[in-house]
């Protein structure tokens, strides 16, 4: 017996002739950067996540730098992120010269605990940046006033957490502006690498839009020292066909998540992931922990399950931020690097793969 933990391939083999349409039409039209294609799609992506503005970006990482300088987020500024959390959303504020503020983990949702931001504010904060990680919304309303109250900017990293909501509100219409990410594994993937920065702020969407365009909103006209982020066009229509069937695969997933969390209930030593109240996440990953994460996971792969380690290493110790960091300690945030295991999960899979993959993995975490 054997799953696979991600297929990308399922989404071409299940849209293929609408998507061979968009790659013809877009070779046929002589349009590679910009156009009528990427508008379209801007157009369709804001929508969907219920703002006003979209700015097609080269990738999510540039979709979650390119707020901040256009704010002027740099050095000497602080920005507070989550702790535990993939490195881009570190990366990003240092890439501005920026500190990045770790915040601990909710231990039941591994989101940023919101007990903790108000305390680690200081005169220096200019922005903060929650992650919906895993595809798990953040509950957003403490954040906003707490925000709104200090004049601090709210940058969702979103990159995970496409057609989430929290309450009635959608990701990317949570706080000041969002960045996604396109990258081939996430719920809405392109073909390649792509991003977008989703706003209602007219102005921040344009002085993005610059940035990405070396600094220039017309030809040899540099208004700022910008630089080169483009969603290229076959990409957006690729990203177009697959938006009209995210909902779908979207529900698939939460199937899946349903079918794990009732299987799994009862497994001992097994912590499932919590849902925050008001929220529907869209599960990007199931992540579940286990004291003996290694063994459980050595003896899952023996058994055909391909469970697969997210973030294992806690930012403050990785070496990229550990001569800055790595004094500090965020005992939530280590144990989740230290006991994590994500399942399969995605619209590849059935709802029974789901089962079977869920006893198995029940059965297994008994005797390991």
Avoid at 126 to 138: C, D, E, F, R, S
Avoid at 203 to 227: F, Q, S, T
Avoid at 334 to 341: F, G, K, S
Wanted: proline letters at 6%; hydrophobic letters at 45%.
């Amino acid at each position: 017996m054997s799953f696979s933990f991600l297929d990308v391939g399922f989404t071409y083999r299940s849209l293929k002739s609408e998507l061979d349409a968009a790659h013809a039409r877009v070779m046929e039209s002589g349009h590679y950067i910009g156009g009528p294609e990427l508008e379209a799609f801007e157009a369709a992506f804001a929508g969907a996540c219920g703002a006003r503005h979209c700015v097609g970006l080269g990738n999510g990482l540039e979709a979650l730098v390119l707020p901040l300088r256009a704010r002027g987020i740099g050095p000497g500024d602080e920005v507070i992120v989550p702790a535990h959390t993939f490195i881009a959303t570190w990366l990003a504020v240092a890439q501005t010269g920026a500190e990045p503020v770790p915040v601990d983990a909710d231990t039941d949702t591994m989101n940023m605990d919101l007990d903790l931001v108000e305390a680690a504010l200081t005169p220096r904060t200019k922005a903060i940046m929650p992650v919906h990680l895993y595809g798990a919304p953040v509950r957003m309303e403490r954040l906003r006033a707490l925000a709104q109250a200090r004049g601090i900017m709210v940058i969702e990293d979103a990159a995970q957490a496409h057609g989430g909501r929290d309450g009635d509100r959608s990701v990317g219409a949570l706080g000041d502006a969002a960045g996604f990410s396109f990258y081939p594994g996430k719920n809405l993937g392109a073909f390649g690498d792509g991003g977008a920065l989703v706003t209602d702020d007219a102005d921040l969407a344009d002085r993005v839009r610059i940035l990405a365009n070396y600094g220039a909103r017309r030809k040899y006209e540099h208004e700022l020292a910008g630089g080169n982020s483009r969603l290229d066009p076959l990409q957006a229509a690729y990203l177009a066909v697959k938006l009209k069937a995210l909902p779908d695969w979207t529900a698939r997933r939460q199937e899946i998540a349903a079918v794990y969390l009732s299987a799994l209930a009862d497994t001992p030593n097994l912590r499932l992931p919590v849902v925050a109240e008001g929220t529907e996440p869209v599960w990007h990953l199931f992540v579940i922990r286990h004291p003996r994460r290694d063994a459980l996971l050595a003896a899952l792969h023996e058994q055909g399950v391909p469970a697969a380690l997210h973030y294992p290493v806690p930012n403050h110790r990785s070496g990229a931020f550990i001569d800055t960091h790595g004094h500090l300690s965020f005992p939530v945030a280590e144990d989740i690097c230290a006991t994590c295991l994500s399942l399969p999960i995605g619209p590849h899979l059935s709802t029974d793969d789901a089962r079977t993959i869920a006893g198995i993995v029940d059965q297994t975490a008994r005797r390991v």
